[in-house]
T-cell receptor, first 111, second 117 residues
Framework: GESVGLHLPTLSVQEGDNSIINCAYS??????FIWYKQESGKGPQFIID?????DKRQGQRVTVLLNKTVKHLSLQIAATQPGDSAVYFC??????????FGPGTRLSVLP | DTGVSQDPRHKITKRGQNVTFRCDPI?????LYWYRQTLGQGPEFLTY????????KSRLLSDRFSAERPKGSFSTLEIQRTEQGDSAMYLC???????????????FGPGTRLLVL
């Protein structure tokens, strides 16, 4: 299969550990944020979203934290599994505007 | 499978040729987006439709690129006189736009990988 993001920042974690992936967004007016997971040869897959009126949202094994003061978003994955290995993108949106994607982080889960 | 589908998955063409890609969105979704993604980058917005109306085009979208969504369902993206710099993954996404009262989530297709020789 093809590779996505050959020169991306890489985060390597041991299987079973927690992962934290960070994203700095650019537009202080952005009011909606999404984390996507992209596996090699596939399109981005929705993981979790958060609105700007929240600072934390939890899903199954994932938590997104939003710090609007410093325009920072993070994705926490609990008990990281081999299937979590992928490239992760954050995307920001301002009502009526387009989604803008960050550069991505490659997560590599070590056995 | 009722997700977003794209065809073809891979396309190899010679410089100067025209290519056309198709996207079939999730059936009840009113918005359809096209993105381009190169290695090491996140998806870059190209254009989007709400129903059959093309509401916005990126400055990245040169006049060699044209997109249509004639019946508000599937969409096509055509690239005329392809150049080597057009080599990329072309992603389609769809969403159900709830209006200003809500948020929209985009669901992506698998992409079409274009290689221009």
């Amino acid at each position: 299969g093809e590779s996505v993001g050959l020169h991306l920042p890489t985060l390597s974690v041991q299987e079973g550990d927690n992962s934290i992936i960070n994203c700095a967004y650019s537009n202080s007016a952005s009011d909606y944020f999404i984390w996507y997971k992209q596996e090699s040869g596939k399109g981005p897959q929705f993981i979790i979203d958060i609105r700007s009126n929240m600072d934390k949202r939890q899903g199954q094994r994932v938590t997104v934290l939003l710090n609007k003061t410093v325009k920072h978003l993070s994705l926490q994955i609990a008990a990281t599994q081999p299937g979590d290995s992928a490239v992760y993108f954050c995307a920001e949106n301002n009502y009526g505007q387009n989604f803008v994607f960050g550069p991505g982080t490659r997560l590599s889960v070590l056995p | 499978d009722t997700g977003v589908s794209q065809d073809p998955r891979h396309k190899i063409t010679k410089r100067g040729q025209n290519v056309t890609f198709r996207c079939d969105p999730i059936s009840e979704h009113n918005r359809l987006y096209w993105y381009r993604q190169t290695l090491g980058q996140g998806p870059e917005f190209l254009t989007y439709f709400q129903n059959e109306a093309q509401l916005e085009k990126s400055r990245l979208l040169s006049d060699r690129f044209s997109a249509e969504r004639p019946k508000g369902s599937f969409s096509t993206l055509e690239i005329q006189r392809t150049e080597q710099g057009d080599s990329a993954m072309y992603l389609c996404a769809s969403s159900s736009y709830p209006g200003l009262a809500g948020q929209e989530t985009q669901y992506f297709g698998p992409g079409t990988r274009l290689l221009v020789l």
